[in-house]
């Protein structure tokens, strides 16, 4: 078992103990949403795996709420983002600015990317050590004012 899905366990049994209901359904979504993929794929997912599982389902809560916002329906929304808040619990401290441009150019050094053709090999190399630090689309923005 990842030490992850260790991880989420742990909390969810945590969470059952102190009557946390809104931390226990939360808790519990994200491992049946891990589990759901396990069996679809027949496989054993790894931390990497459940790390953007969780990314995902961080991300679905945003978006949610910004819905809810715009429909105005406030409660709904704090709901999904109390959620989203839950879940980022589990993932790791998000890369800072500098930490991110760093990045961004030891990969173009590393993959010798001098265009736009090549920004598929410099995401490839990077997104492995940004996910669930970083947002991707804003990832991916970033390098295409760098190559352009």
């Known amino acids: 078992m990842s030490e992850l899905k260790a991880q989420l366990t742990s909390?969810?049994?945590d969470a059952m103990r102190a009557k946390?209901?809104?931390r226990l359904g939360t808790i519990r979504m994200a491992q049946a949403a891990i589990k759901q993929r396990e069996i679809d794929e027949r496989i054993e997912l790894?931390?990497?795996d459940v790390l953007s599982i969780l990314t995902k389902l961080v991300k679905q809560r945003e978006d949610a709420a910004i819905q809810y916002r715009d429909a105005d329906r406030t409660d709904l929304a704090d709901t999904e983002l109390a959620e989203a808040d839950i879940l980022r619990g589990f993932l790791p401290s998000p890369l800072s600015e500098d930490e991110i441009n760093a990045l961004i150019d030891q990969a173009i050094s590393e993959t010798g990317a001098n265009s736009m053709a090549q920004m598929g090999a410099v995401m490839g190399w990077l997104k492995p050590?940004?996910?669930g630090r970083a947002d991707l689309g804003k990832l991916s923005g970033q390098i295409k004012a760098r190559l352009n």
Do not use: G, H, I, S
Request: hydrophobic share 40%.
């Open 11 to 13: 909390a969810m049994k």
């Open 20 to 22: 946390e209901k809104m």
């Open 46 to 48: 790894t931390d990497a």
């Open 129 to 131: 050590k940004v996910t």
